[in-house]
């Protein structure tokens, strides 16, 4: 059985999250409409607008009122529905928004350098997905510079950086976990495997699938 994922956007801008899909036995799907599909996965990208966690602009850059609109939507009609969903730096944004959270809007030392993503070590709660992944501590590629600050309703904080950024949430219930790293493009020798994620992600897609078929 072949698991298809949501991915929003348009295939061509978004390789690499399609590549780990793939990888991984999965079909990656692209558009707007999540009939059909058993998980959602919500990419990296710009900032998301302030006003919709009720804050005024203190450093964002948001320029896409309908991408905004329509992943948010999106994370809440999977959540609703109890399908896996999975975000990768903006996608936690995303998801902490959607279910009431905010974000701390303008972060020194997290984006890229000449063009280049930064890497810095984080640690991992005990008994979070990131630790059985990785282990308690390793290091993960940065490239943003906004993150979580209040977690929302149903989220618990699993990844810390060394000057307390939120790096990673799940749901204490939902299947729901979120990334401020890039584990699409992380591979050895410099970085641990980001495969382990995306398969992962797919065993819970297909079990939901399977339950619901």
Request: with cysteine.
């Amino acid at each position: 059985m072949t698991v298809s994922i949501l991915i929003p956007g348009r295939e061509d801008r978004l390789p690499r999250y399609a590549a780990a899909i793939h990888r991984q036995g999965g079909r990656p799907r692209f558009g707007a409409t999540g009939a059909g599909c058993a998980g959602l996965l919500l990419p990296g990208g710009g900032d998301l607008d302030p006003a919709l966690y009720g804050q005024p602009d203190l450093g964002s850059r948001p320029g896409d009122g309908e991408r905004d609109r329509l992943e948010l939507a999106l994370a809440q009609e999977f959540l609703a529905a109890g399908k896996p969903v999975l975000g990768i730096c903006r996608g936690l944004q995303v998801i902490n928004v959607a279910l009431g959270g905010t974000l701390a809007q303008d972060l020194p030392g997290h984006s890229q350098q000449a063009g280049a993503d930064r890497i810095h070590p984080v640690t991992a709660a005990e008994g979070s997905l990131a630790a059985a992944l990785w282990g308690r501590q390793f290091p993960v590629n940065s490239a943003h510079h906004q993150a979580a600050a209040a977690p929302g309703a149903g989220l618990r904080i699993t990844a810390l950086a060394p000057d307390g950024t939120v790096e990673a949430l799940e749901g204490e219930t939902l299947p729901v976990w979120g990334f401020q790293w890039h584990p699409e493009r992380m591979a050895p020798p410099l970085l641990p495997d980001g495969g382990p994620l995306f398969a992962f992600f797919l065993r819970k897609c297909g079990k939901k699938l399977e339950e619901t078929s």
